[in-house]
């Protein structure tokens, strides 16, 4: 298996702008997880599914931010409109049911947005 | 959320030095987790601790559940250049559902 595969790597846009990440977890893993994450915050928990099922988002900044899971091998995380405080890595992850103590990360999408 | 502190906050040791870390937790959980993240990639699991009190080492790396269930330690034996990164401690969930990450401690070894 190729692991979490995230797409872009890289991702440069205006303020106002939407962006859409995308992930496409480890075939067969049943949890998936959006993280962001900075300098000054660290990593931080965004949204993850289970089943293809929102099961917490708390962590979602603002309406701005939207994710969904349409099926159990793609998954999106959408920021509409974009703002400059909205630059980090995100991260997508998702977990091997047989083995929860680990989640498999992708290499991560780096937004800048100007 | 949950607060998982790491200390120290960077690092800079010679090549061949040992070196500690460690996370300390508002909350209790009852596994403990530690990655590595090398630029430009995503966190890799280093070593998984189920049980408080437990020492669990992976190669050069020894790893150590805390007695109260509320921190974790991570040690590296005899450095070398590629172990340069940032270190996370994690706990997961009483669920088993979220990770919580440190803040990282951010390793630069010296050749």
């Known amino acids: 298996d190729a692991g979490v595969i995230q797409s872009p790597r890289h991702e440069v846009t205006e303020m106002g702008q939407e962006v859409t990440l995308r992930c496409k977890p480890i075939?067969?893993?049943?949890?998936l997880f959006w993280y962001r994450q900075t300098m000054m915050r660290g990593l931080e928990l965004l949204i993850y599914f289970n089943n293809n099922v929102p099961i917490d988002d708390s962590g979602m900044p603002e309406d701005r931010f939207s994710a969904k899971m349409p099926n159990a091998s793609f998954s999106t995380l959408k920021i509409q409109p974009s703002e400059p405080r909205d630059s980090a890595v995100y991260f997508c992850?998702?977990?091997?049911?047989?083995?929860?103590?680990?989640?498999?990360f992708g290499q991560g999408t780096r937004l800048t947005v100007v | 959320g949950q607060q998982l502190n790491q200390s120290p906050q960077s690092m800079f040791i010679q090549e061949g030095e040992d070196v500690s870390m460690n996370c300390t937790s508002s909350s209790i959980f009852n596994t403990w987790l530690w990655y590595k993240q090398e630029p430009g990639e995503g966190p890799v699991l280093l070593i998984a601790l189920y049980k408080a009190g437990e020492l669990t080492s992976n190669g050069r790396l020894t790893a150590q559940f805390g007695i109260t269930r509320k921190d974790s330690f991570l040690n590296i034996s005899a450095s070398i250049p590629s172990d340069v990164g940032i270190y996370f401690c994690?706990?997961?969930?009483?669920?088993?559902?979220?990770?919580?990450f440190g803040t990282g401690t951010s390793l630069t070894v010296i050749p």
């Open positions: 075939s067969g893993h049943d949890y």
């Open positions: 992850a998702s977990r091997d049911p047989g083995r929860n103590t680990e989640a498999f």
């Open positions: 994690a706990g997961l969930s009483n669920t088993g559902n979220q990770f919580y």
